[in-house]
């Protein structure tokens, strides 16, 4: 599972299976406790979350809107 980059305790990554045909671009977040699963397009939005409380959702949203292109990059660079 490449990670693109970890940021205060959370994981953000993308697993190398992302199914058949693969997903859309996305960024998982992880971290003890918990796991969420954002879109990037056409705007940052909440696919899943389990055990992240809304504070922490709106955060990590935040988190992966001011740096979807670096996401976006890492995701094209591995898949293609």
Not at 11 to 38: L, T
Not at 50 to 62: M, S
Request: contains cysteine.
């Amino acid at each position: 599972m490449p990670v693109v980059f970890r940021f205060d305790g959370f994981r953000f990554h993308f697993y190398s299976n992302e199914g058949d045909p693969r997903e859309p671009v996305h960024i998982h977040v992880a971290r003890a406790g918990g796991d969420a699963k954002f879109w990037l397009f056409p705007e940052v939005e909440m696919a899943y979350n389990c055990g992240f409380d809304a504070r922490t959702i709106k955060r990590l949203q935040d988190v992966v809107a001011s740096r979807r292109s670096e996401i976006e990059e890492a995701w094209n660079e591995y898949f293609t």
